[in-house]
């Protein structure tokens, strides 16, 4: 039940449900009541909420009783038969006279063409950014342009930026978000959480409107259709329009929801998803990158999950994260939802891939596997869990295999060379890309579920090289802790050793941060960090993302760092000597070298490194 409206007497009601298919928005009246007699002539205007379109439904005098006249109005660009007026189950055409019995003039009701708010992947590209975010803009045009060359993407559609401001609007909340962040200091980690918690509250006690709501629940209603479930499990994540930029990559700035049935779950994680645009970590963000808080939008996506609960995912880089060497893919996998990858909450199975020999059969492209920890499995939570997802243990017997085939790594390498291709061509410049893959346990299929252009090494400037060594290679050193290495470069400062994100207030500018794992909630102190060290994750977790971003040196995957380094001791992070990254107890004395690429001359001989 959607909307309830009266003529300026309060003689009739009118209740309309509106439905949507593909592009075509039908608005149902299912009840009109009347308390008095009309005039001879009436009209019902029906008016768009968004724009100066109007379908006009006339009401004309017959003999023996009130007659509904339908004349779809067309204007402002929007065709007569993407429109069609419902009256109970039944369409009317335009033009067409259907009997009503005494229907009051002047009454009123909104409509909204659905691809002002909704639009399937189908409907959109990359260039639709402004509109749905970069998340739901890749999507689309993945689902449109590869998937006739066999890269599996799962439907969905998005909810606009549009939906978003019209929100905000309706329930007249912008000028109170703008009021609450007024004397907003990023500096100061109490005010930032205070302020940003504010604005959450406000947007979580505001209903979503009527309207909005019925075409998010007939869209998912379509894609339960095309699953043929009566509920379908979805992912709901937040795509906001100033995410996934060649430039900036706001990873993990916003919520994400897994395992969504329903009506009621899906309107929650919606609205949920539009708080999240002002985390504490999103608002910090925005304001370190330069964004007005009201010039970034926020589209979200309702996706259908891939059953990788009972299986495995993860995420892989078209390009080598580290050294950014680009005939290489780097592909890690987990068990379960790959939730715990990006989070940095497991250590990942890794395995590089050599682009040259992907097509040749006679040679094995993979050319490096290792064997992660995989502490952890993440899985749908039984129904009338408080949380849709949850952590197991993984059993030994998983943790000690890998959890995908040589046929399944290559498969995905052979995706990631085609999604890297077809944005390089778009974009028309070399573009590595960051995608995320799920393995749906229940059919064996692989899928891509996100892709993203690499931020850090399709930025670099490539005539520069810097180098990091210390100044005495033969001195005795003590090592505290040593993991996987970030970043090429080394860095010395206090260790702060935080146990848990609600104690990230009294971190200070060039500290070492010492942590079990990041998540976005920690952003806010990570752009104070000298470096950062971590007990869990893998070169493509959270705390490995943002140290590139940030260009400070990152080891994670240290197991026990924050039982092994003393709180408040000078430590020296040294991610300098390969894969394998150091922290080392006292400020060890380095220098950086800086060569300029172009003043050195070309070989005879080709080199590959």
């Given at each position: 039940h959607l909307h309830t409206v009266t003529d300026a007497h309060h003689n009739v009601a009118i209740r309309a449900y509106f439905v949507t298919c593909n592009t075509i928005s039908f608005i149902f009246f299912s009840e009109i009541q009347v308390f008095s007699t009309s005039k001879p002539t009436m009209k019902v205007t029906v008016k768009d909420v968004t724009g100066p379109n109007v379908i006009n439904v006339e009401v004309v005098e017959t003999a023996t009783a009130k007659d509904l006249k339908v004349k779809v109005a067309e204007a402002s660009g929007v065709e007569a038969e993407q429109l069609t007026v419902m009256f109970g189950c039944h369409a009317l055409k335009d033009e067409e006279v259907v009997s009503v019995a005494g229907v009051q003039d002047g009454a009123a009701l909104e409509y909204v063409d659905r691809r002002k708010f909704i639009l399937w992947f189908s409907e959109v590209n990359i260039d639709d950014v402004p509109r749905v975010g970069g998340k739901n803009a890749s999507l689309g045009e993945m689902y449109q342009a590869l998937t006739p060359k066999g890269v599996r993407i799962p439907n969905g559609f998005a909810i606009t930026a549009e939906a978003y401001f019209y929100f905000l609007d309706v329930v007249g909340i912008r000028d109170d978000i703008k009021t609450i962040l007024s004397d907003l200091d990023i500096t100061d980690t109490r005010n930032l959480a205070e302020r940003g918690e504010k604005v959450r509250k406000l947007i979580l006690s505001k209903p979503l409107p009527p309207l909005l709501a019925s075409l998010i629940f007939t869209s998912y209603d379509a894609l339960c259709a095309e699953f043929g479930v009566e509920a379908v499990d979805v992912a709901v994540r937040s795509s906001a329009t100033a995410e996934d930029l060649p430039n900036a990559s706001f990873a993990g700035q916003q919520e994400t929801f897994l395992n969504i049935h329903g009506h009621h779950s899906l309107l929650q994680s919606c609205k949920a998803c539009i708080a999240s645009l002002f985390t504490n970590r999103a608002i910090a963000y925005r304001v370190n990158q330069g964004f007005d808080h009201f010039s970034v939008g926020l589209s979200v996506c309702v996706q259908k999950m891939v059953r990788s609960d009972v299986a495995s995912s993860g995420v892989m880089f078209s390009i080598d994260t580290e050294s950014g060497f680009t005939n290489t893919v780097f592909v890690t996998a987990a068990w379960g939802l790959g939730e715990n990858i990006v989070q940095g909450n497991v250590n990942p199975d890794e395995f590089y891939v050599f682009k040259p020999t992907l097509k040749d059969e006679q040679h094995k492209p993979i050319i490096m596997r290792k064997l992660g920890a995989k502490q952890y499995r993440m899985i749908y939570s039984a129904?009338?869990?408080?949380?849709s997802v949850r952590n197991i243990r993984t059993q030994k017997q998983d943790r000690i295999r890998f959890c995908v085939t040589d046929d399944e790594v290559i498969e995905l390498a052979k995706w990631a060379c085609v999604i890297e291709d077809h944005y390089t061509e778009r974009r028309s410049k070399y573009t590595p890309m960051d995608i995320e893959w799920a393995k749906d346990g229940q059919t064996g299929k692989l899928f891509i579920v996100q892709a993203r252009p690499e931020t850090v090494h399709s930025q670099a400037d490539k005539r520069k090289l810097r180098t990091f060594h210390r100044k005495d290679k033969a001195a005795p050193v003590q090592v505290l802790a040593q993991g996987q290495s970030v970043g090429a470069r080394m860095a010395a400062g206090k260790a702060h050793v935080i146990h848990d994100v609600t104690h990230i207030h009294d971190f200070k500018e060039g500290e070492v941060l010492i942590t079990d794992m990041t998540d976005p909630d920690w952003a806010p102190i990570m752009?104070?960090?000298s470096a950062i060290v971590t007990n869990r994750g893998g070169r493509t977790c959270h705390a490995a993302i943002i140290s590139r971003e940030l260009g400070v040196p990152c080891v994670v995957g240290c197991q026990t760092a924050t039982e092994s380094i003393e709180n408040g001791e000078m430590i020296t992070v040294d991610c300098s000597a390969g894969e394998t990254g150091v922290v080392l107890?006292?400020?060890?004395?380095?220098?950086?070298?800086?060569?300029?690429?172009?003043?050195?001359?070309?070989?005879?001989?080709?080199?590959?490194?």
């Amino acid at each position: 039940h959607l909307h309830t409206v009266t003529d300026a007497h309060h003689n009739v009601a009118i209740r309309a449900y509106f439905v949507t298919c593909n592009t075509i928005s039908f608005i149902f009246f299912s009840e009109i009541q009347v308390f008095s007699t009309s005039k001879p002539t009436m009209k019902v205007t029906v008016k768009d909420v968004t724009g100066p379109n109007v379908i006009n439904v006339e009401v004309v005098e017959t003999a023996t009783a009130k007659d509904l006249k339908v004349k779809v109005a067309e204007a402002s660009g929007v065709e007569a038969e993407q429109l069609t007026v419902m009256f109970g189950c039944h369409a009317l055409k335009d033009e067409e006279v259907v009997s009503v019995a005494g229907v009051q003039d002047g009454a009123a009701l909104e409509y909204v063409d659905r691809r002002k708010f909704i639009l399937w992947f189908s409907e959109v590209n990359i260039d639709d950014v402004p509109r749905v975010g970069g998340k739901n803009a890749s999507l689309g045009e993945m689902y449109q342009a590869l998937t006739p060359k066999g890269v599996r993407i799962p439907n969905g559609f998005a909810i606009t930026a549009e939906a978003y401001f019209y929100f905000l609007d309706v329930v007249g909340i912008r000028d109170d978000i703008k009021t609450i962040l007024s004397d907003l200091d990023i500096t100061d980690t109490r005010n930032l959480a205070e302020r940003g918690e504010k604005v959450r509250k406000l947007i979580l006690s505001k209903p979503l409107p009527p309207l909005l709501a019925s075409l998010i629940f007939t869209s998912y209603d379509a894609l339960c259709a095309e699953f043929g479930v009566e509920a379908v499990d979805v992912a709901v994540r937040s795509s906001a329009t100033a995410e996934d930029l060649p430039n900036a990559s706001f990873a993990g700035q916003q919520e994400t929801f897994l395992n969504i049935h329903g009506h009621h779950s899906l309107l929650q994680s919606c609205k949920a998803c539009i708080a999240s645009l002002f985390t504490n970590r999103a608002i910090a963000y925005r304001v370190n990158q330069g964004f007005d808080h009201f010039s970034v939008g926020l589209s979200v996506c309702v996706q259908k999950m891939v059953r990788s609960d009972v299986a495995s995912s993860g995420v892989m880089f078209s390009i080598d994260t580290e050294s950014g060497f680009t005939n290489t893919v780097f592909v890690t996998a987990a068990w379960g939802l790959g939730e715990n990858i990006v989070q940095g909450n497991v250590n990942p199975d890794e395995f590089y891939v050599f682009k040259p020999t992907l097509k040749d059969e006679q040679h094995k492209p993979i050319i490096m596997r290792k064997l992660g920890a995989k502490q952890y499995r993440m899985i749908y939570s039984a129904d009338g869990s408080k949380s849709s997802v949850r952590n197991i243990r993984t059993q030994k017997q998983d943790r000690i295999r890998f959890c995908v085939t040589d046929d399944e790594v290559i498969e995905l390498a052979k995706w990631a060379c085609v999604i890297e291709d077809h944005y390089t061509e778009r974009r028309s410049k070399y573009t590595p890309m960051d995608i995320e893959w799920a393995k749906d346990g229940q059919t064996g299929k692989l899928f891509i579920v996100q892709a993203r252009p690499e931020t850090v090494h399709s930025q670099a400037d490539k005539r520069k090289l810097r180098t990091f060594h210390r100044k005495d290679k033969a001195a005795p050193v003590q090592v505290l802790a040593q993991g996987q290495s970030v970043g090429a470069r080394m860095a010395a400062g206090k260790a702060h050793v935080i146990h848990d994100v609600t104690h990230i207030h009294d971190f200070k500018e060039g500290e070492v941060l010492i942590t079990d794992m990041t998540d976005p909630d920690w952003a806010p102190i990570m752009k104070k960090a000298s470096a950062i060290v971590t007990n869990r994750g893998g070169r493509t977790c959270h705390a490995a993302i943002i140290s590139r971003e940030l260009g400070v040196p990152c080891v994670v995957g240290c197991q026990t760092a924050t039982e092994s380094i003393e709180n408040g001791e000078m430590i020296t992070v040294d991610c300098s000597a390969g894969e394998t990254g150091v922290v080392l107890k006292g400020e060890v004395p380095f220098e950086v070298n800086e060569t300029d690429v172009s003043t050195i001359p070309e070989t005879k001989t080709k080199m590959m490194m």
